[in-house]
C-alpha cells in the first residue's frame, strides 16, 4: 500500500533522496507476488529494484514489468557481490531460507523473508544472532499480521469486550489440485536430500492460520504466547509425506489452548477463519478477506486497511525506534517451535478408498476427503481432536512437550 510511508511522514521525508536498492531471490513462483508489490513502489520511487534471482529463467508477470536496467542472475551470491541491494526478499524453498539470509545480511542487506522463515529453533536461533552481528533486521511475511482487521480484534480484546477468553480456534479448508505437489522437488516433502522441508498444510499454505491464532494469544498476554504442549492429528489423501489435513491443540505457557482445524481437500471452501470465544461472546476474523464480527454485531463487517509488509519495513529503516515492524523474526519463535516439535511427528495416515472422492483428471485432479469440514468444525467449536470426536477415520494423536 503506497500510502503507508507518505500517512506517516511530510512529502520530503516519505522516501530517503536515494531509494533503497532491493533485490529478490526467487524470483518465479510466489515471488511474482512480490515483485508485484516493487513494481508500485519502484515506480512510486519509495525503491529501486536493481535484481531478480531464480534458478529458472525469470517469468514474465503482467503486473510486474522488469524495469529496465534490473540485472537478472541464477546464484544469489553473485547478485549480492554485483548489485548490492539495501534490501532483499528470499522467497525461495523454506530450506534454502537461512544459508540465503546468512549471505544478505554479510553483505549488509535487511531483509524481507517468506514464511515460515527457517525449519527449526537452532536455525530461528542462529538467524537471530547473525541479525544482531550484522546489526541488520528481519520481516518474516505473514501479511495477515499486518490486517486492520486483526488490530480491531485485538482492540476489541483489550477493552473486554468478549470477557474472559477461553478458547481460540480456526477452521480453514482448501483444495490443492495434484499439480501442486510436482510444482517442485520439494513439495510434498518431509525432507529432501537429507534436509528437513516440511512442506505440510501446517507449515506452509495455511501457516497464517496459526500465526493469527499466535497473534490472538500474544495480544491476550501482552507476551509470547509460548507453547508447551502440542497434540496433533495429521491425515494425507494421497501418497505424499506430509500432511494435507490437520488438526492440533496447542496449550500455550499462559492463556486458553489453541484448536487448528485445516485441510488442503476440502470437499467445501472455507477461506480461513479464527474463532475467539469468550464469556461475553465470540468473535470470528476471516483472515484471508479482512472480515470481521465482533459480539453485538449483526452482519460480518469488512475492516479496510492492510499494511504492507515491505512498505512498513522501508518506513522502518527510515524511524526504526518510531515505526516497528509487523512481523519481525522474534515474533515467529513460537510458531517455529510449533515447526520444531512436528519434525519428530510420524507419518501421516493415509486416508483413501471410500473416504475420498476424485473430481477432475491430469495435473487438475483435486482429492476431497469426504465430510471434512464438518469434521473440522465440530473440532474447533469443542476444542477437541477427531479421535476425540469419535470420527471413524481417525487415528491416536501424536503428543509433544517442548521445552521453555
Partial sequence: MPGELAG?????????????????????????????????????????????????????????????????????RAMLAASRPEVVVICTPPHTHLAIARDALASGADLLLEKPPVLSLAEHEELTRALAAAGRVAQVGFQALGSAALTALTDA????????????????????????????????RRSLD????LDGALVNPLAHAVMQCLAVAEALGGATPWPVTIEVER???????????????????????????????????????????????????EYPTDRLRLPGDVVTRQVPGRRGLLENLLAHRVDRSGVPLIAPLARTAPFTALLDALRA????????????????????????????????????????????????????????????
Fill in 8 to 76: 506517516r511522514y511530510p512529502v520530503s521525508g516519505r522516501a530517503t533522496a536515494t531509494p533503497p536498492r532491493v533485490a529478490v531471490v526467487g524470483a518465479n513462483g510466489h515471488g511474482r507476488s512480490h515483485r508485484r508489490v516493487i513494481a508500485g513502489l519502484h515506480a512510486a520511487g519509495r525503491l529501486r529494484l536493481v535484481a531478480l534471482v531464480d534458478v529458472r529463467p525469470v517469468q514474465d508477470d503482467p503486473g510486474a514489468p522488469v524495469p529496465a536496467g534490473v540485472e537478472v542472475f541464477t546464484e544469489h
Fill in 157 to 188: 480484546l483489550a477493552g473486554g469486550r468478549l470477557g474472559t477468553v477461553t478458547g481460540i480456534s480456526t477452521v480453514a479448508a482448501w483444495q490443492r489440485p495434484d499439480a501442486y505437489y510436482v510444482r517442485s522437488p520439494w513439495a510434498g
Fill in 194 to 197: 537429507g534436509r528437513p522441508v
Fill in 235 to 285: 491425515y494425507r489423501v494421497r501418497p505424499i509425506e506430509v500432511e494435507d489435513t490437520a488438526v492440533l491443540r496447542i496449550r500455550l505457557r499462559a492463556g486458553p489452548p489453541v484448536l487448528v482445524a485445516v485441510t488442503l481437500a476440502a470437499d467445501e471452501f472455507v477461506a480461513g477463519e479464527v474463532a475467539v470465544t469468550g464469556t461475553a461472546g465470540q468473535a470470528v476474523l
Fill in 345 to 404: 511427528a510420524p507419518e501421516p495416515h493415509l486416508l483413501d478408498g471410500d473416504l475420498v472422492s476424485v473430481v477432475g483428471d491430469g495435473g487438475q485432479r483435486v482429492r476431497h476427503l469426504r465430510g471434512v469440514v464438518d469434521v473440522l468444525r465440530r473440532a474447533a467449536e469443542r476444542g477437541a481432536l477427531p479421535s476425540e470426536l469419535a470420527v471413524p477415520w481417525a487415528t491416536t494423536a501424536y503428543r509433544a512437550d517442548l521445552a521453555g
